[in-house]
């Protein structure tokens, strides 16, 4: 048996709940409906040619750069937003640096943060998942090399301004400063206005929430273009599929499609939240397409309850500040009006649950 570098010795597994996910699936943030048929009809309609060749990002960066209204040499296709954090963690960590990362949060920076054999610097929520500014700020030392903030947050569902983000990369400038924008189009605020200045400024977009394109793993790295020229070093020239490439430009053309989703998401997270509210369940206000809940120390009975009447739900009780919490994730309109009737019965039967608070 090898011997792994002592970093990736240390660690630990993440293994998020892959395995039999059958039923309405409210438990990854993913669409319930899935991507655009015009994606689809794009899909059927490859050839063998596509496959064979090796795949070309480049041209389907530029129809990328030109949605956001950016130049080329700003924008990187990546294999998700994950790769997207994996680049910049290998472009800028040396053993020893620090990443600073405000908890709870998405698991991955940190993973790879500490793969490169960086110093994790957690940095815990105010209350109510406050975005902990002061704090950050004096946590901010020389070695310090990257920043990763997921705007709205997972899976706590808050945003933070972006004036409050531009004073963090202002502070610290030795630093690469990630906004992760994984739920941009369920917030609908961005920061990528200011992709120019400050340059250490870094902002990552996904086809895998909103798209519904989870499976074919599509991300955005938007920066500087000399420090996204850097970045590109690390990144194979391959790292997107040929698939993925062929429907991506289709599926920004199709805004309708998406729009229509959006809608539907922001109108189900209303509808949720006072449904949260009626049966006497804390949440979290969400700009997000999940809201945090907390179900007390039932929490898994709620989850295995929900799981029988075929709703996967993501029990969040061991992230920080999230004790006795799950998260639901909000889909269409019609997976939103099963949620809440399953919801409604499920803490009817938990009542009885003394220690439910319902
Ligand atoms: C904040 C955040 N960033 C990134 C991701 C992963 O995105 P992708 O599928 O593009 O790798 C997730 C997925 O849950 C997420 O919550």
Not at 116 to 135: D, K
Not at 172 to 193: C, K, S
Request: net charge negative.
């Amino acid at each position: 048996m090898l011997e792994a570098r002592a970093a990736v010795r240390n660690l630990h597994a993440y293994r998020p709940p892959l395995a039999g996910r059958q039923g309405l699936r409210l438990d990854f943030n993913e669409s319930t409906v899935g991507c655009s048929p015009r994606v689809l009809a794009k899909l059927r309609s490859l050839d063998a040619e596509v496959l064979a060749r090796y795949p070309e990002r480049e041209p389907v960066e530029g129809d990328v750069a030109d949605f956001l209204g950016l130049d080329v040499a700003q924008v990187l296709l990546t294999n998700g937003v994950d790769e997207g954090i994996h680049l910049l963690c290998s472009t800028y960590l040396d053993p020893g640096d620090e990443a600073i990362i405000v908890a709870p949060t998405f698991a991955m920076y940190a993973i790879f943060a500490q793969a490169e054999g960086a110093r994790v610097v957690h940095i815990l929520s105010g209350e109510n998942f406050v975005f902990p500014l002061q704090e950050l700020l004096s946590q901010i030392s020389a070695r310090t090399r990257l920043i990763a903030v997921a705007n709205p947050n997972n899976p706590t569902g808050s945003a933070v301004a972006c004036e409050t983000l531009l004073q963090v990369a202002q502070a610290a400038p030795q630093a690469a400063l990630l906004v992760d924008e994984a739920y941009f189009e369920f917030h609908g605020e961005t920061i990528l206005d200011h992709i120019d200045q400050p340059a250490n400024l870094f902002v990552a977009r996904t086809l895998s929430k909103a798209y519904g394109l989870a499976g074919l793993r599509i991300g955005i790295l938007a920066g500087d273009a000399r420090q996204m020229a850097v970045v590109r070093r690390v990144a194979s020239p391959y790292n997107v599929n040929a698939v993925a490439l062929a429907v991506l430009p289709e599926a920004l053309r199709d805004h309708e499609y998406v729009k229509h989703y959006v809608d539907e998401v922001q109108r189900g997270r209303e509808l949720l939240e006072q449904e949260l509210r009626t049966l006497g369940l804390h949440y979290w206000p969400s700009r997000a397409n999940f809201v945090l809940v907390r179900v007390g120390p039932a929490h898994t009975e709620f989850v295995h309850e929900l799981r029988s009447r075929g709703i996967l739900i993501r029990d969040r009780d061991s992230d920080p500040g999230c004790e006795g919490c799950v998260r639901l994730t909000v889909g269409s309109s019609k997976h939103t009006r099963i949620l809440i009737n399953a919801l409604r019965d499920v803490v009817g039967q938990l009542a009885e649950h003394p220690e439910v608070r319902a």
